[in-house]
């Protein structure tokens, strides 16, 4: 058996997204939703079990996680037992993106740890495993498993919630470019959001609507409508976004820079160039074109006053086992 294994995993932007749990232990979603792995957007993790370490090791971005409140070896831990080891482990992550911003690097990182350390640890598991073992890590790291396109179904149940691949990433030549406005770390991280989601009033209105939405979502997928596509992820995302301002604690991640860019994206509109945005947890603003008006989008965004600097995402195949290991 080899000890060690290496796995390169993509983020996701999530076009119908996930908010609030029915359950926080098993992070089964309060909804289903739908999403596209980004190929810029990447997390690669090296995962070593030895007998020959004396204590357990996690590195993320140069870092030392401190091993009390590690979320890593928490994940850890659960495949060690599923292998039967006992050996310590050392996990050195890299991310190619600032995280902790909103731009979902626990969904790549929990992807990618979870392809390296069951493969470390001899475990055999299929995509479906994976994706369930990848959402008890991070809810959205489950949709980071398999290729391209994906939908994370609803269930109230474990071993049916999962993610699945509705088209393979070569399906759609539509681009996301993401506009870096800050790499400030939010205020108040996901996992607390989703525990307080029910306390705003509109949260119930919107389950209620969910299901049609998705219905919705997959027809524009299945025609390649892309101003359907564009228009029904937008209001999916000013939606989501009304339910963080109306929850007690309300939260605010829109920054002003945020907002010049969902105002410049509306009036490039009205100028003729078909874009949309759709906003995740935090202040960066992901713009969804065709990838003929990519490069032209991402230099209209670096014209605008505040903006670090834009990535350029086409949709991506799932997380994978790599031969470079981190060390």
């Not at 945005?277 to 991402?298: M, P, R, W, Y």
């Amino acid at each position: 058996m080899n000890n060690k294994a290496t796995a390169v995993a993509p983020s996701n932007i999530a076009f119908i997204k996930y908010w609030g749990l029915r359950d926080e232990v098993l992070r089964l979603p309060a909804n289903g939703s739908i999403s596209m792995n980004l190929s810029n957007l990447l997390t690669t993790t090296t995962v070593e079990f030895s007998k020959f370490f004396k204590k357990d090791l996690v590195i993320i971005d140069g870092k030392k996680e401190q091993t009390e409140s590690s979320r890593t070896l928490k994940h850890i831990n659960r495949i060690k037992k599923l292998g039967n080891i006992r050996a310590k482990v050392k996990v050195v992550s890299r991310n190619n993106f600032p995280s902790g911003t909103g731009l979902s690097s626990s969904a790549s990182g929990f992807a990618a740890l979870t392809v390296a350390a069951t493969k470390a640890a001899g475990l055999n598991l299929a995509e479906k495993e994976l994706s369930i073992l990848a959402r008890l890590g991070s809810g959205s790291a489950c949709r980071s498993i398999p290729d391209g396109f994906v939908e994370w179904m609803e269930s109230d149940a474990h071993d049916t919630s999962y993610a699945k691949s509705l088209y393979d990433a070569n399906y759609w030549d539509i681009v996301d470019v993401v506009a870096i406005v800050s790499n400030d770390k939010k205020e108040i991280s996901s996992t607390k959001g989703h525990s307080i989601a029910t306390s705003s009033a509109f949260f119930a209105t919107r389950l209620e609507i969910h299901k049609q939405k998705m219905e919705n979502i997959k027809e524009y997928l299945n025609k390649k409508n892309f101003k359907k596509f564009g228009e029904l992820i937008e209001a999916e995302a000013l939606e989501l976004h009304a339910i963080y301002l109306t929850s007690n604690p309300s939260l605010i991640y829109l920054t002003p820079e945020s907002l010049r860019i969902i105002k410049n994206v509306k009036k490039w509109r009205e100028d003729g160039l078909p874009v949309y945005f759709t906003l995740n947890t935090g202040q960066d603003v992901h713009l969804i074109c065709e990838k003929k008006n990519a490069k032209k989008v991402s230099a209209l965004v670096k014209k605008i006053q505040g903006i670090k600097k834009t990535i350029i995402n086409y949709p991506d195949v799932g997380a994978r086992l790599s031969n470079k290991h981190l060390f």
